[in-house]
């Protein structure tokens, strides 16, 4: 079983998997990112990939200003 959970960079939008227990209480984290390269906060987006779509920040994403 997975102990880790999904994460969504506040830096440049991009979901990661880490390896972390999840706290309830927390719900931002700090992480390095990958795809920026840099240490940011992430935001915890569940812990399948399919909760993204519930609890993931739209606004982060760049098809949301795709119209």
Not at 8 to 33: A, R
Not at 41 to 64: F, P
């Amino acid at each position: 079983m997975k102990a880790g959970a999904y994460f969504q960079c506040c830096g440049c939008g991009v979901v990661h998997y880490i390896d972390y227990p999840y706290k309830e209480s927390d719900l931002y984290n700090t992480f390095w990112c990958e795809e920026c390269e840099k240490d940011s906060r992430h935001l915890w987006v569940g812990n399948d990939i399919c909760d993204k779509y519930l609890y993931y920040d739209v606004t982060m994403d760049e098809r949301y200003f795709l119209y």
